[in-house]
């Protein structure tokens, strides 16, 4: 499993290393900021950095490959966690979701866990089936496979994340090269379930909808959280006030603003010019990702980095979209900056599997198949550039 010949250390992603590791800092001290310069609340996220790059150094050293090979053990052992989460969960209470288990005064959301799991092993099962995905045997089965666990999600009930899990889903699946006939497909099945989903919201989930369709309603209620972000936004202009000097985020006007509201903080701080620094940073990270992706001529590999941009892209847009009305509110968090270790934590392992990735030595074994294999295949059931290379193939 562990194989440093198998790893081109020349090819390591310096700027994506060095990217993870400016954002990690400058999150750790945007969140002292936001507990109000208490560094004792901001010790659990210093501990799951730490932590984290160690993750990745050892990371790096692993045989992709050989891992890969683990990926039903590692889906089933993410089942577990989910369908433990829904006898032994808590949360439903407090945030309405079912989506925390404790051990003792440890505590972790096994559905953060899930992500990179299911990220893992969804990559695998395509890879294995990639000159089959359009068979509707084959794509039904791929669809069980994700299905299971966003309906453990579902049933938690956790909105909100199900939603990152089926947009990463969805990504790898287009780059798997799903045919534009299943995408036009799903795409009326998922408009048609979502506005039923919508017409049909009760409770604090409607709204949030109709706080974001509109935002001059019930601004000193169900809607404080959003109006009083946007104020913070708003009043840190070009420098911001300085920072640990935010009047709306230091007095308590910003409700979450240490996780889901972490950005509001930010931009009233340090103003448009640290708001702008922190999406140069997440922009970098994510091209530097689909960079991985697209150079790979490995098909595992391939999903995976898919699968983990498109993960970290959906939450920084939600996060901040969100903060800035372009969204509604969720309890969707901000990579790299909102409290909380578990997440933390997974986001530098997604950016230690990239890492790992990027110096992943090419090899032919699961990238050629032989003529067999290429006659039981439709053609007509692929993208052309399926095609393309099934036919370089058999010549």
């Known amino acids: 499993m562990f194989n440093i010949k198998k790893k081109n250390l020349k090819e390591l992603d310096l700027i994506l290393l060095i990217s993870t590791i400016l954002i990690s800092i400058y999150g750790l001290v945007i969140l002292y900021s936001a507990y109000g310069g208490d560094f004792g609340e901001v010790k659990t996220q210093i501990i799951s950095t730490l932590l984290g790059f160690v993750l990745i150094a050892i990371l790096c050293t692993m045989d992709l490959d050989v891992l890969k090979k683990f ?45 990179v799991g299911l990220i893992f092993s969804f990559a ?10 359009n068979e509707p045997k084959k794509l039904i089965g791929a669809l069980v496979f994700v299905g299971v666990p966003v309906l453990l999600i579902l049933l938690q009930p956790d909105f909100g994340t199900s939603m990152v899990y089926l947009f990463f889903i969805a990504a790898m699946l287009f780059v798997a090269g799903l045919s534009w006939k299943w995408i036009a497909l799903f795409a ?24 974001f369709l ?9 809607n404080w959280q959003q109006q009083q972000g946007l104020i913070a936004i708003g009043s840190g202009m070009l420098n911001g006030r300085g920072y640990l000097n935010g009047t709306q985020s230091q007095y308590g006007y910003v409700p979450e603003k240490e ?72 309890g969707i968090p901000l990579p790299f900056l909102s409290a909380g270790g578990t997440f933390q934590l997974i986001c530098l392992v997604m950016v230690g599997l990239a890492l790992s990735a990027s110096m992943q030595k090419s090899y032919k074994d699961d990238d050629v198949i032989d003529y067999e294999t290429i006659k039981v295949i439709d053609p007509n059931k692929l993208r052309s550039s399926k095609k393309r290379e099934i036919k370089n193939t058999a010549n």
């Open 71 to 115: 990926y039903k053990w590692i889906y089933g052992f993410g089942i577990g966690l989910l369908v433990l989460t829904l006898i032994f969960g808590r949360g439903l209470d407090e945030w309405g979701a079912k989506s925390w288990v404790y051990i003792g005064s440890f505590s972790f959301q096994p559905s953060e866990f899930v992500k």
């Open 124 to 133: 695998a099962y395509l890879d294995k089936y990639k000159y089959q995905i």
């Open 188 to 211: 009326v099945g998922g408009i048609t379930v979502g506005f039923l989903v919508l017409t049909n919201l009760s409770g604090y989930r409607a709204d949030r909808i109709e706080n």
């Open 214 to 222: 509109n935002p001059a309603r019930d601004t000193s209620g169900s």
């Open 259 to 330: 996780t889901d509201f972490i950005f509001s903080v930010l931009a009233e701080e340090l103003g448009f010019i640290g708001a702008i620094f922190l999406i140069i940073l997440f922009s970098i990270i994510i091209l530097r990702l689909v960079r991985i992706s697209k150079k790979s001529n490995n098909t595992f590999i391939s999903l995976m980095v898919t699968g983990i941009a498109a993960m970290l892209f959906i939450h920084i847009f939600e996060n901040i979209g969100m903060t800035i009305g372009l969204m509604p509110v969720t």
